[in-house]
């Protein structure tokens, strides 16, 4: 064999290596991206459920949490500033969950479930006050989603996932 031939062999060899640890590379990054979107999506979904702790340990804070669902006129009351913070903090978690979804770090499945459980604050007389008052402080894309959830969704409250007879769920 001549140097020639070993040369070109070496150089086969070579690129055969470069390719094969691109080909490592390109599996390292897909398996880091996906690990990085599922990380993302859980600080989403935790940020979600850190909101409501402090709501769950506190027996006022249960009581104004589900009157300002239900009745529009606890936003109006003494309890109204607190009722639009609280309203302000788990609708800013809400639409972090749905901007991981919309960036594809949450994925659809947990995003379904989420979804559902966001619409049922949404279809509600208290949060439509609100909205009403406040839905400029969000993302177009997320006023966009709430706005279409609540045609899709009419009629769901908090705290009854089923739909009552009659409702819109298309």
């Not at 062999?9 to 599922?38: D, H, K, N, P």
């Not at 506190?58 to 009745?71: H, K, T």
């Not at 109006?76 to 972090?96: L, N, R, T, Y």
Request: charged share 20%; aromatic share 12%.
């Amino acid at each position: 064999m001549n140097w020639d031939a070993i040369a070109a062999l070496a150089e086969v060899f070579g690129a055969g290596g470069v390719a094969i640890s691109l080909l490592y590379l390109a599996a390292q990054v897909r398996q880091s991206s996906r690990e990085s979107r599922a990380a993302s999506g859980e600080t989403a979904v935790r940020a979600f459920r850190e909101v409501l702790m402090p709501i769950n340990t506190n027996p006022e804070l249960v009581s104004l949490y589900s009157r300002m669902f239900i009745d529009p006129a606890t936003f109006d009351g003494p309890d109204g500033p607190q009722a639009f913070h609280v309203m302000f903090q788990v609708m800013k978690a809400a639409e972090s969950i749905h901007f991981h979804h919309l960036n594809g770090m949450l994925d659809d499945g947990t995003w379904k479930g989420w979804s559902m459980v966001i619409g049922h604050y949404i279809n509600t007389p208290g949060f439509r006050h609100y909205w009403g008052e406040r839905q400029e402080v969000y993302s177009p894309a997320f006023q966009a989603w709430v706005c279409e959830s609540v045609v899709h969704t009419a009629g769901r409250v908090v705290g009854r996932m089923e739909d009552p007879v009659g409702a819109d769920t298309a």
